[in-house]
């Protein structure tokens, strides 16, 4: 094995390929049998500031999971009080909303937390139409997986837009805010 550190994400080692012309030239089959990733050098971000020496993926420690805002303000299209940032997506029809709100997740860092794959799944959450004003008795009108609520909107709101509810993790009494509790 090389005796160079590997970047991990989330606990797991992480390898992306460099497929320029002007790479370092590969190294022998013989080699890659003993370590076949660990030769690879990273440079899918060729926009970003990157430096292969650095060994760290520049996406992985941006966005609103590890820099949530502490302060009250407008924030990447939303709005977030330190606790809670509420963002309204809006496509014109719950799939296209619901696409929009699956990429945010993944810029924002939420890639590993769990939430529906699609429109349609996400449909199983709501509420039945009756208890739909009853949403105090009954919990949220929409998907809850902590730190993420995307929520349909009220009776009356905007059709097709879904509302997308994301908690700071380190806040002091998250879970109790997540659920309301506090």
Do not use: W
Not at 38 to 58: C, K, L, M
Not at 117 to 144: C, I, M, N, W
Not at 160 to 178: N, Q, T, V
Request: hydrophobic fraction near 30%; charged fraction near 25%; glycine fraction near 10%.
């Amino acid at each position: 094995m090389s005796g160079k550190a590997t970047a991990r994400l989330g606990g797991r080692p992480v390898f992306i390929a460099n497929y320029r012309s002007d790479a370092a030239p590969a190294a022998s089959p013989k080699s890659e049998a003993h370590s076949p990733a660990a030769q690879t050098t990273v440079d899918a971000f060729s926009g970003a500031n990157f430096s292969p020496e650095s060994r760290e993926v520049p996406h992985s420690r941006r966005g609103l999971r590890y820099n949530f805002p502490t302060e009250p303000g407008e924030v990447e299209g939303g709005h977030s009080d330190g606790y809670c940032f509420r963002m309204v997506f809006a496509g014109g029809r719950y799939e296209n909303s619901y696409q929009m709100v699956r990429a945010f997740l993944l810029e924002q860092g939420y890639a590993a937390t769990p939430i529906p794959q699609t429109a349609e799944e996400l449909s199983y959450f709501r509420l039945p139409q009756k208890l739909r004003h009853q949403l105090s008795l009954f919990g949220e009108d929409g998907y809850v997986h902590n730190p993420v609520k995307i929520l349909y909107p009220p009776p009356g709101g905007r059709r097709g837009s879904l509302i997308l509810e994301l908690y700071h993790e380190a806040a002091k009494d998250h879970l109790l805010r997540f659920h309301r509790r506090k």
